[in-house]
Structures are given as structure tokens and as C-alpha cells.
């Protein structure tokens, strides 16, 4: 994951959730239900987010903006080549980076 602080506010901005819609160029089922599976979880973590001591809060924030950081960068990689395997798997593989963390997170 690369490491720009540059859009830290933006990133932060931004929510937990993938909005609908946001990858249906390039959807597959696959990254449909990897979608569903992110919203589930985000849900689940928010409500026990504030709940959280701040140092706990501020480590997920930051894990979370690098994740959102790279969903963004094959987004991009994506439409720039929509039809490249490669691209592809690298937003699949973030896709499950994700997941991985809001799991990680959720029994916090």
C-alpha cells in the first residue's frame, strides 16, 4: 500500500462503506459480493467504534485510509484498463485487505 499523506483529510472523508454503484463498470460478481461482505462489517464496526480508547480508534482510522487509498489507486488502474486481468485481481486483493481489517476490528 503506498504511504501519501497528501489526502489524508480527504481519504478520512471518506466513508467505511463502498457507495453502490461505485465499481459497476467493472463489477463481477466477485467484487459485488466482496462489496456486501465490506458493508456488513463496516456497519457492524461503526456502532462499536465509539466504544473505542482513541489510540485503538486513530490505529483503525489509519489502517483503513491506506486501504482506502489503494481501492482508490485500482479504481483508477481499473478504468484506465477495464479489461486487464491483472487490475482485476489487484482490486479483488484490496477488496479482501479490507475485509480483513474491518474483521480484525470487529471484535474490538
Known amino acids: ?33 466482496l462489496e456486501q461482505q465490506i458493508n456488513q462489517l463496516a456497519e457492524s464496526v461503526e456502532q462499536k467504534k465509539n466504544a473505542w480508547n482513541p489510540e485503538l480508534r486513530a ?4 489502517n483503513l485510509l491506506y486501504v482506502n487509498q489503494s481501492l482508490v489507486e485500482c ?16 482490486m479483488l486483493n484490496a477488496y479482501r485487505e479490507k475485509i480483513r481489517l474491518l474483521e480484525g476490528f ?3
Open 59 to 62: 490505529a483503525f482510522e489509519r
Open 75 to 90: 479504481r483508477h488502474q481499473l478504468s484506465d484498463n477495464p479489461g486487464d486481468d491483472v487490475s482485476q485481481e489487484l
Open 1 to 33: 500500500f503506498r504511504r501519501d499523506t497528501s489526502s489524508t483529510s480527504n481519504m478520512l472523508a471518506e466513508t467505511m462503506h463502498v457507495a453502490p454503484g461505485q465499481v459497476q463498470p467493472h463489477a463481477s460478481p466477485d467484487m459485488e459480493q
Open 106 to 108: 470487529k471484535s474490538f
